[in-house]
Nanobody, 124 residues
Framework: QVQLVESGGGSVQAGGSLNLSCAAS????????MGWFRQAPGREREGVAS???????RYADSVKGRFTISRDIVKNTLSLQMNSLKPEDAAMYYC??????????????????WGQGTQVTVSS
């Protein structure tokens, strides 16, 4: 079991930055891949970034160069630094954990554990 709690969402203007955090607990956490996903109203949940073994990362094309995923295994946290935010980045953002895969997956079906989400709003 893995328990995940997100924080750090909020409202920013386009071009601004936010840092999302995910506090993780549970015996399976250490051996899991982690990812960030987002879902806007009326749209499917989409993978934003994922991380394997704490080092290898993968990003959706829409966020490459703007978002950075990182993981601190000692502190049991997952982070997503989001820069140069655009209105189309607005969504509910979810932290997820799942079985280790190579390359790390951006498919929400590959993840078993989910947080409750944190809202990100970007105004133009």
């Amino acid at each position: 079991q893995v328990q995940l709690v997100e924080s750090g969402g909020g409202s920013v203007q386009a071009g601004g930055s936010l840092n999302l955090s995910c506090a993780a607990s549970g015996s399976a956490y250490i051996t899991s891949d982690m990812g960030w996903f987002r879902q806007a109203p009326g749209r499917e949940r989409e993978g934003v970034a994922s991380i394997h073994d704490g080092f290898h990362t993968r990003y959706a094309d829409s966020v490459k160069g703007r978002f950075t995923i990182s993981r601190d295994i000692v502190k049991n946290t997952l982070s997503l630094q989001m820069n140069s935010l655009k209105p189309e980045d607005a969504a509910m953002y979810y932290c997820a954990a799942g079985p280790r895969r190579w390359p790390p997956s951006l498919d929400f079906g590959d993840y078993s554990y989910w947080g409750q989400g944190t809202q990100v709003t970007v105004s133009s």
